[in-house]
């Protein structure tokens, strides 16, 4: 497309501004909502949690305790993934069904 907007084409910033305010948005800076609420937290784009003064320290410790527990999972579920092959090599086994198959008929061959 040929326009001075086309920042593909055209080197250095367009000649104004390539996007404005929605309405809604100017009026929410002019007007806002009356609530007690000085911070809120997000979580992949969902408000998860508004609060005002007294929750600020609350709300702070029980973010940082889930993401310390959501941690701990992913942890432990690597160390799990882990131990089952270092199992699975040191059974000769090639797969999660020819490790089965030696534990239930020690001393056989399967190939």
């Known amino acids: ?21 929605s309405l809604k948005s100017i009026e929410a800076v ?15 784009r969902r408000l998860q949690h508004a609060s005002v003064r007294g929750d600020v320290q609350a709300a702070s410790e029980k973010h940082s305790r889930e993401r310390k527990e959501r ?10 993934t882990d131990i089952t092959a270092r ?3 040191s059974s000769g086994a090639s797969s999660p069904a020819d490790a089965r198959r ?7 061959t399967f190939g």
Do not use: F
């Open 71 to 80: 941690e701990v999972k992913r942890r432990t579920r690597r160390l799990a």
């Open 1 to 21: 497309m040929d326009s001075p907007y086309n920042t593909y084409q055209n080197k250095g910033l367009p000649p104004g501004p390539i996007s404005s305010p």
């Open 87 to 89: 199992r699975r090599l």
């Open 102 to 108: 030696r534990r239930q008929a020690p001393g056989l």
């Open 30 to 44: 002019l007007y806002p909502a009356d609530t007690d609420y000085l911070y809120y937290v997000t979580k992949k």
